[in-house]
């Protein structure tokens, strides 16, 4: 017995490694010319050129051999294909909305909901923008409208709900604009650009107070929402026996619908849907599918794809596994913590969030320092990470001016069930080494930039 006795205990994976996918490392010289090429944005990096790739947890995670093996019984039937009904009844089961239309992932159930909707005109008032889901409200007509409580865009706040809605902000808003021009309140669990921060109980069960008796809807963003059930477990009174599928259940109760990324908490390469309990809104997104997406019993996916989000969500659960999952992130975020590099408090629940405003604080917010960051931890490393500060926040779209959101942020992201805790410190060093070369780094200008979410393809070049 080691001495003295530790006082917890760890969490370790609950699973071991049956297949493994080699890993390349890269010489200096090549990271130069492959992120030069890039136009030092990392999402235009060749895969191949990545060493350990955190750039998102949205589609890269490791399936389990009980998902593959599903995905054997893929039933690729044009129509009525078996899986449908598994995810579906799997789908009622685990977050307990009536009806399901599948699409080919999240943003394909943003655009369908956005459309039904949103009137031009509208005010959708959320929990801090996502950048997909914005996007499609904007092109529907409507104009989001952030009604996150004011410590989400504080990185050193401590608040252990900063995903929570602010109820004056919302009822200011009620007030302001009349009820009939919001059609929804668009609320995340977890937030991702707030730094992966959940919203209690407690704050959704209040909104839906506020917002029921106006008449207006909440559509629930429930990419992560286990991740916030596990927060929720582990943070908020009266919850802590409850189960993680308990929570979760409880948590989508309080809302008519949600989109989903299963890409993140369902454990696929692939995949999303829409799900309401409305019949009418349930119709017209089920006839709209049949024109974006594909039949309303696949909606853009194949039968197999379908079989192992159903399969992932039996998985998703699972307390185990979900202890571990936000474990590896907090291993990460507590190392860079005690190494007093400045990221985003408390640790997110997918992701680690640096603090490029802090770490680069010589260099304007025009000139991208979250973009030069991510730059600077491939150059020196080839760890792979993304921006998500001035660049994701793109132009506003009536004025057309850059937005200047307070958080400017790497996203350092955890895919689940891929990397190991040797991953996380060869990346927390890599982290480290760039954090004690801050000084001598310059800023960026952008020399291309593309008209809608301009992050993924916009080009740099250095100062
Ligand atoms: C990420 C991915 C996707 C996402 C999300 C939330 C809370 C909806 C979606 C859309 C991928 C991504 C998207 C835009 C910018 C960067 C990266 N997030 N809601 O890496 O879902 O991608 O399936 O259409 O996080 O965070 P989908």
């Avoid at 959101?405 to 990346?427: F, S």
Wanted: charged fraction near 25%; charge should be positive; glycine fraction near 8%.
């Amino acid at each position: 017995m080691p001495y003295p006795k530790p006082s917890r205990r760890s969490w370790a994976e609950p699973f071991k490694i049956k297949v493994v996918e080699p890993l390349k490392t890269t010489t200096h010289e090549h990271r130069v010319k492959a992120i030069k090429e890039a136009g030092y944005n990392t999402f235009l990096l060749r895969s191949g050129d990545v060493y350990i790739d955190l750039l998102t947890d949205s589609g890269t995670n490791a399936m389990s051999d009980y998902q593959w093996a599903g995905m054997m019984l893929g039933d690729e039937a044009y129509a009525g294909s078996k899986n449908f009904y598994h995810l579906e009844s799997s789908m009622q089961k685990y977050y307990g909305y009536k009806y399901l239309v599948p699409t080919h992932q999240g943003r394909g159930a943003e655009h369908i909901i956005s459309q039904i909707l949103i009137k031009p005109g509208d005010y959708i008032p959320g929990n801090m923008y996502f950048t997909t889901t914005r996007e499609h409200q904007e092109l529907a007509g409507g104009t989001f409208v952030d009604v996150i409580i004011d410590e989400a865009h504080d990185s050193e706040s401590n608040h252990p709900f900063k995903g929570n809605v602010d109820l004056q902000k919302l009822e200011d808003l009620i007030k302001k604009v009349g009820p009939k021009k919001i059609p929804y309140a668009s609320v995340a669990a977890t937030v991702n650009m707030a730094g992966g921060q959940p919203i209690s109980i407690g704050n959704i069960k209040a909104v839906r107070k506020m917002t029921e008796k106006h008449g207006i809807k909440i559509i629930l963003d429930a990419t992560r929402a286990v991740e916030n059930a596990y927060f929720i477990k582990t943070r908020e009174k009266g919850y802590e026996k409850k189960s993680i599928e308990a929570i979760l259940k409880e948590l989508c109760s309080f809302t008519d619908g949600c989109t989903m990324s299963g890409k993140k908490d369902l454990l696929v390469n692939i995949g999303g849907f829409l799900a309401v309990n409305d019949k009418d809104v349930f119709d017209e997104a089920r006839n709209m599918v049949v024109v974006f997406e594909g039949l309303h019993t696949y909606g853009g996916l194949a039968g197999r794809d379908l079989e192992a989000m159903a399969r992932g969500m039996e998985e998703m659960v699972e307390e185990t596994y979900i202890r571990s999952r936000i474990g590896q992130v907090e291993y990460l975020g507590q190392k860079l913590i005690d190494w007093e590099i400045p990221i985003v408090r408390p640790i997110g629940g997918h992701a680690v969030f640096l603090d490029a405003k802090k770490i680069y604080s010589h260099i304007q917010q025009d000139q991208f320092p979250a973009q030069t960051l991510a730059a600077e931890i491939y150059l020196d490393s080839g760890v792979r990470t993304m921006e998500r500060g001035i660049v994701s926040a793109g132009r506003d779209s009536k004025t057309g001016e850059n937005r200047h959101p307070k958080l400017e942020l790497v996203r350092v992201t955890i895919p689940r069930r891929v990397y190991t805790q040797a991953h996380m410190d060869v990346t927390a060093e890599s982290i480290l080494e760039v954090y004690e070369n801050r000084k001598k780094v310059k800023g960026m200008r952008m020399i291309y930039e593309p008209k809608h979410l301009r992050f993924f393809q916009a080009k740099f070049a250095r100062t």
